[in-house]
């Protein structure tokens, strides 16, 4: 059975390719989707890729994913800096995490440099541009191959 990888954005990642493309680039939602799907592809991984504005439906869709998929990678984007029921329910999962944001964002506002995901999560990517997904799908096969 082909394992699921869950690939979450929290929110204005939508607004991606013109949303301060100096900080995170020129690429689109769909391209983001794109590259995880040639990844997941490449590795035998299905991958679940999907965005919301609204933190409730992220929570849900954590809490529907215990036991069902092999890992999530999750960029909270704001909701990083902000959200404790994020948190929560990323250890009410059980799931492994990789937290990854596109920007670096500790050579950004102060603000940005506190995560309530990090010390959750199995590790953290970023600053590596969309590469990050990638980097953080391959992770998970790599893990995958070694649990096997
Ligand atoms: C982000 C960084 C966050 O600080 C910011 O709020 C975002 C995107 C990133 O991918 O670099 O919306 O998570």
Redesign the pocket.
């Known amino acids: 059975m082909t394992a699921t990888l869950l690939v979450l954005n929290?929110?204005?990642?939508n607004m991606l390719g013109t949303?301060q493309p100096e900080?995170?680039g020129h690429e689109t939602l769909a391209d983001v989707e794109a590259l995880c799907q040639r990844q997941g592809e490449a590795r035998g991984l299905a991958i679940d890729f999907r965005q919301t504005n609204h933190e409730g439906e992220l929570i849900d869709w954590l809490h529907q994913a215990r036991g069902k998929v092999a890992g999530v990678v999750l960029?909270?984007?704001?909701?990083?800096?902000t959200s404790v029921a994020i948190r929560d329910a990323i250890l009410a999962s059980e799931l492994p995490v990789i937290e990854?944001?596109?920007?670096?964002?500790h050579r950004?506002?102060a603000f940005?440099h506190h995560s309530y995901v990090s010390d959750v999560a199995v590790g953290v990517i970023?600053?590596l541009g969309t590469h990050?997904y990638a980097l953080a799908i391959e992770h998970f096969a790599k893990r995958m191959v070694e649990i096997a």
């Open positions: 929290g929110p204005n990642i949303r900080l995170y960029n909270p984007a704001a909701w990083t800096h990854v944001h596109i920007s670096n964002v950004r506002e940005r970023c600053g990050g």
